[in-house]
């Protein structure tokens, strides 16, 4: 049974980019929250989708979408890059609001 | 709005000791309580959930405890091993809302 899975495990950008990172949640998972973990912070949570739709979001702004797919996975598309988007992006799956299982992430560099 | 706050931050023991990680909340009307490892530049991996109709929880060398009409949980770990350092991590989810809210978690270092 595979775990949640992210892609890609690190990347590069520079400032005004734009970068599209991407999660399959846990087997039988329906629920995808992604959360942005900082360096010696806890996650931070962005959003949540359920059934292909944004279910709750955090304080983050619009430069920060996502969507979901008929199959549960989902994207995350940050927007005009900063310095201060450089992080551990972090996506997890759950069954509602059920128990969180966590990708590795994704490192983001933003130069 | 809820807050989540880990004491202590940082906390350094020799192996065998059992050790008590404490995690508290603001808002006791939550759903769930989680507890969490990081292993430095990792996801998470989850330990322990407690559903809001619960005490507590048992995994092997770990329990947690919950009491949310004191707005606290423990993580307690017993016989501690070198393998146990990482950072722990608690997270709560609020009633009526679908968010995890983290605290800024302890970093355990367990010395051989």
């Known amino acids: 049974d595979a775990g949640v899975t992210q892609s890609p495990t690190h990347l590069i950008k520079t400032r005004g980019q734009q970068v599209t990172l991407r999660c399959s949640p846990k087997s039988g998972h329906d629920t995808v929250s992604w959360y942005q973990q900082a360096l010696g912070q806890g996650p931070q949570f962005i959003f949540q989708?359920?059934?292909?739709?944004?279910?709750q979001r955090g304080n983050f702004p619009d430069r920060f979408s996502g969507h979901q797919f008929p199959n549960y996975s989902s994207e995350l598309n940050v927007n005009a890059l900063l310095l201060g988007d450089s992080a551990l992006y972090l996506c997890?799956?759950?069954?509602?609001?059920?128990?969180?299982?966590f990708g590795e992430g994704s490192r983001l560099t933003v130069l | 709005k809820q807050e989540v706050t880990q004491i202590p931050a940082a906390l350094s023991v020799p192996e065998g000791e059992n050790l008590v990680l404490n995690c508290s909340f603001t808002d006791s009307a939550i759903y769930n309580l989680q507890w969490f490892r990081q292993d430095p530049g990792k996801g998470l991996t989850s330990l322990l959930l407690i559903q809001s109709s619960q005490r507590e929880q048992t995994s092997g060398r770990l329990n947690a405890s919950l009491d949310k009409s004191s707005g606290r949980s423990t993580l307690y770990i017993a016989a501690s091993q070198p393998g146990d350092s990482a950072t722990y991590l608690c997270a709560v989810i609020t009633s009526g809302t679908y968010k995890y809210i983290f605290g800024t978690g302890t970093r355990l270092k367990v010395l051989a």
């Open positions: 989708y359920y059934e292909e739709e944004e279910r």
């Open positions: 997890a799956s759950s069954l509602m609001a059920g128990e969180l299982f």
